[in-house]
């Protein structure tokens, strides 16, 4: 549940942040959900997470806007899986 409010978090500012097209704060979003991500197993989300810092780093605006799109998704996935598997 910790994982759950912690990138829950994280992508409250990813959307603020790309409302306000902040590299800066993507860059760091993307790096402290990185481990965390790795840390439960949810290796896509971490690349994704990865992906997003180093593009926002490199100043690649559309890029790192459009890898921010898909991390809310991909955690709704995630979190619907650990939904289920705490259901059971």
Same mark, same amino acid.
């Given at each position: 549940? !910790?994982?759950i409010s912690? !990138? =829950?978090d994280v992508l409250s500012q990813v959307d603020a942040a790309v409302a306000a097209s902040d590299l800066a704060t993507l860059a760091a979003m993307g790096h402290r959900a990185k481990s965390t991500a790795m840390n439960i197993g949810a290796a896509e989300f971490s690349e994704?997470? !990865?992906l997003l810092e180093q593009s926002a780093k490199a100043n690649q605006v559309d890029s790192a806007?459009?890898?921010?799109? =898909?991390?809310?998704? !991909?955690f709704d996935g995630i979190k619907a899986e650990i939904d289920l598997r705490l259901a059971s």
């Open positions: 549940m !910790l994982f912690s !990138l =829950g994704q997470c !990865l806007l459009r890898i921010a799109h =898909g991390l809310r998704p !991909l």
